[in-house]
């Protein structure tokens, strides 16, 4: 079949090479370079205030935590944070705490959706599969502090704001995860580096029993009368976090359990993730849409000129090049997902590879219509 009916088939065969190689080097390039290369971690201290500042992005973690014995899984918990959020805006999955042992399913996080507080364990952050989970809506304001209580035993789980009970779910205990690789505790974002969340934290502790709403009130006021998180000698807290130090590239554990939040200088990423499911922090935004619209029209024209290119080899020319482009076009899209698994900035998605490949199946088809237009008018044409 010639191409482009110019005079010397050959020549025209060489510039749709040309063309499909141009197109696979442009392909390869938007979908290899990182978004924007590892910067700062945006993390600062606010010595005044004896917080930690978070902006995007930005993470503090403890590595090694083992707070737990394998078979004190079971029994109850408190963990407190004072908390102010910058940004109230950006919806989403925005971590404020998370403690993660490798298993998404398991992990224990509160977060922030807007202006409202959400427990769980688990990645069911769309509420698609209807996991339990505990919340209080249009609690938080900008800039403005909240003292937050989080208290689990197997008679519920209750949630605090301010010393006031916000939201109980009785007979139902959040867990915190063990075994797997390691446990370890996160602030201001998730393993995977994408879920920045903004604001301060002004101190964090988890205790090993669940207290009373008495307690509860009294540590609030107790942190308002001294603006620093104190626990008592006898309640024994696992971690214990007051951020009085102001400077430094780690928080210490007050409880002298050498459990020291570590405040890395670059952005990081603690776990990479490969081909990751549509539902994983799935959002309906314009982010989502965007990203959707190009990872399924730059594959069209892939898809389009690699078929017509091996429509010109003999061994291709009939009913064999469209499913041997489409599937070149698949294998392409998941070698560019598995090298984004290792690149800083990128994220691997099942739902690009799908994308990438309906892309290249929507080339192939609009080409078939554009020969087969040429082709009936061709035959109209007059002898």
């Not at 088939?9 to 197109?23: E, I, K």
């Not at 109850?76 to 298993?103: C, M």
């Not at 599969?129 to 209580?149: D, H, Q, Y």
């Not at 990203?291 to 024209?301: E, K, R």
Request: charged share 20%; hydrophobic share 45%.
């Amino acid at each position: 079949m010639p191409f482009l009916h110019l005079k010397n088939p050959r020549t025209g065969y060489y510039l749709l090479s040309l063309l499909v190689f141009t197109v696979i080097v442009i392909v390869l390039f938007f979908g290899l370079r990182p978004k924007k290369w590892l910067s700062a971690n945006n993390v600062h201290w606010l010595a005044d205030e004896k917080a930690l500042s978070f902006r995007d992005p930005g993470i503090a973690y403890v590595d090694e935590l083992c707070i737990f014995a394998e078979e004190q899984q079971a029994q109850e918990w408190s963990l407190q944070i004072i908390v102010a959020p910058e940004n109230l805006d950006r919806l989403g999955f925005r971590p404020i705490v998370t403690i993660h042992n490798g298993d998404d399913r398991l992990q224990f996080t509160l977060w922030q959706w807007g202006d409202s507080l959400i427990v769980m364990n688990g990645d069911d952050y769309t509420y698609s599969r209807k996991w339990p989970r505990i919340s209080a809506m249009n609690v938080l304001r900008t800039g403005e502090v909240s003292f937050i209580t989080v208290t689990s035993s197997h008679f519920g789980t209750r949630l605090f704001i301010n010393g006031a009970l916000a939201n109980e779910m009785k007979n139902w205990q959040i867990t915190l995860p063990h075994g797997g690789k390691k446990q370890q505790l996160l602030l201001g974002n998730s393993v995977y580096g994408q879920h920045s969340w903004e604001g301060e934290i002004f101190g964090l502790a988890l205790y090993g029993k669940s207290v009373t709403r008495e307690r509860v009130q009294h540590d609030y006021e107790k942190w308002l009368h001294n603006r620093m998180l104190l626990a008592d000698s006898m309640d024994e807290p696992l971690f214990l976090y007051t951020f009085r130090e102001g400077a430094g590239s780690f928080a210490a554990d007050w409880t002298g359990n050498s459990k020291s939040l570590q405040i890395p200088t670059r952005q990081l990423v603690l776990q990479k993730t490969f081909l990751a499911p549509p539902w994983h922090n799935f959002t309906l935004n314009r982010s989502f849409w965007v990203d959707a619209i190009v990872n399924f029209s730059g594959f069209v024209p892939l898809g389009a000129l690699l078929c017509l290119w091996l429509r010109q080899l003999p061994a291709l020319s009939g009913k064999y090049a469209a499913p041997v482009c489409v599937a070149f076009c698949f294998f392409l899209s998941l070698s560019i997902e598995i090298a984004q698994a290792w690149l800083p900035n990128r994220f691997s998605s099942l739902s690009d590879l799908v994308l990438n490949t309906l892309g290249a199946w929507a080339g192939v088809f609009f080409l078939e219509i554009v020969l087969r237009v040429r082709g009936d008018k061709a035959q109209e044409k007059p002898v």
